[in-house]
């Protein structure tokens, strides 16, 4: 049933192996096991599917050893990771000092671990029939005696409607009180007898409220409680007052906030309104030339001392789950899943999506479960590296976009860079990309626009007065071409890439529509727009305010463009990301982990703010830090 049962170092020395069928297995170790989950460290959960067969394995973090089993998934062998743990056990216990001693490496791994084989077979055995004698144990049902149900009473099953415990309260106290109180003769004469002496204090209360109530009945000179009480009520306002509402503004303004005149809509005001812009923005001229500028990252740790001592001081959040594993002990997983629990509550809250936070807890296991800790200062800051060290590769692009070199590569080449922008509905496509243009016009590169959303109404106005703006700013630099609205996006793309080839712009911007990833039609025509023009580059915007939708949309588009893409060729992609609104998250940065992790492609641009120089690079660092904090 099994097909192999592996031990080996993570530098790849094989040091046992069993195997009962001729199946090789070398790729299916190299290539899945220890490059795509050892080595890249993406997160696991100890298991991993190839082709038909299933592999689970255990790391063993003190000695370096991981433990290997590959079955075929249709046997379902439930034993499997029994017989990992009872193996891993064994084997560390009776060659322990072997895999201490580094000169052992030298030595054949034959001669030191042949022994294992006989002790192998008896703990398969061992495994087999334990999971045999658990599918066995039939649980017997409790009771009636035992269940709950029979502990109920009959007060306990009775409903009571609301309100009705205080009433009833109300009506015991008053019982026992009237027990208490002086019993009222029926037989007497006055209406209010009481057996307390003529003059006392009762029986002048009896008699006042004996007065009241018939005045009260007869009607006159009722009075109400506010003159009962003596108090004075202040006469009411006559009419209904107008309410002034704060920071309504004044009759004065009216003036310079009224736009409905006529001549405040033609050329020159047009201009004006250009010259004011312009004259806001000058301060912003140059300072987007070269790379972008990071995020602003917080302050780094320091040294260790110090990062000791803050670590120990942030007893709350999931760092104070830590205060329990003291001690010189090795950390079990047992240990660690409260912690591993509560810090992914703690990711999902910062807007991480459910699969990366689970991936990035199961890579924090890995790395630490067999280390041996002494106190909870160490204890806490191997996690916190463990953490650390889990985000940054997960944030860490597999590859690198540098835009301006590649516009120099392009120029070089004789044709334009282009880029399309793609995404769902009013994440800011337009506005990022007018953004990213000025960039590039602050290094001196010529831009031409294409207006590819011709579905939404004002799209191309919004893209012509970002022109404007944009020309106002650097004069002649960015020209913005356009068919009006109803036109093939794929079509029009097509014609600006021309235009742009024969009159020497160095850069292509190609606007799309915004559209759902779940709608088809629209999103067929991206597929054809990306197909038929092959930009150098296809960039995803995507919102900071999302976290498992980031994952949906990203996934969806993905699929679409591989499902859509001409036959015979490799799909095209998503290349990287815009990630937009970061200013308006705080510490909820979670959206950025989702998206890396579902595509593996950088977070190219960062937009931050309202105007053109509020566009930055991500800084890993900075994400981090707000995801631990």
Known sequence: MIELFSIFTKGGVCLWNYQESDVNFTEAINNELIKGTLMEERGNNGQKKYGNYTMKFQLDNEYNVVFLVIYQTIVNLNYAEKLLGLVGDTFRNAFSESLRDETALTTPPSNIYSTFDDTFDALLSQAAKSARATESIVKKPKSFQESAKSQKTIDSLIVSRPGQKKTDEKAQKSGEKSIKSPQIDSGSDSEYTSTSP????????????????????????????GEELGQTTSPKPKGKQARVWALSGK?????????????????????????????????????????????????????????????????????????????????TSEDLTPLVEKMRDNLIMKNVAAEPAEKICQSVVSKLEGKVVNNFSRTAQEVRTAVRESLVQLLTPKHRVDILRDVIEAKKEGRPYVIVFCGVNGVGKSTNLAKITFWLTENKHRVLIAAGDTFRAGAVEQLRTH????????????????????????????????????????????DTAGRMQDNEPLMRELAKLIRVNEPDLVLFVGEALVGNEAVDQLVKFNEALANHAAPGQKPRLIDGIVLTKFDTIDDKVGAAVSMTYITGQPIVFVGCGQTYADLRNLNVGAVVNSLLN
Request: glycine share 12%.
């Open 198 to 225: 003529p003059g006392s204090p009762d029986e002048e209360v009896l008699r006042r409220r004996e007065e009241m109530f018939k005045k009260r009945i007869g009607g006159g000179g009722a009075k109400k409680k």
């Open 251 to 331: 009759p004065s303004d009216l003036k310079s906030l009224d736009r409905s005149d006529q001549k405040e809509n033609d050329d020159s005001a047009a201009a004006e309104e250009d010259n004011r812009f312009v004259e806001s923005m000058k301060n912003q001229i140059g300072s987007l030339r070269g790379d972008l500028r990071s995020l602003k990252e917080s302050d780094d740790e320091g040294d260790g001392e110090e990062e000791t001592q803050t670590v120990v001081k942030q007893t709350g959040g999931w760092f104070g789950m830590l205060k329990g594993l003291v001690g010189e002990k090795k950390l």
């Open 467 to 510: 022109t404007r703006h944009l020309n106002a700013l650097h004069p002649q630099s960015v020209h913005l071409y356009e068919q009006g609205y109803g036109k093939d996006a794929a079509g029009l793309a097509a014609a600006a890439i021309k235009i742009a080839a024969e009159r020497d712009f160095d850069v292509v911007l190609v």
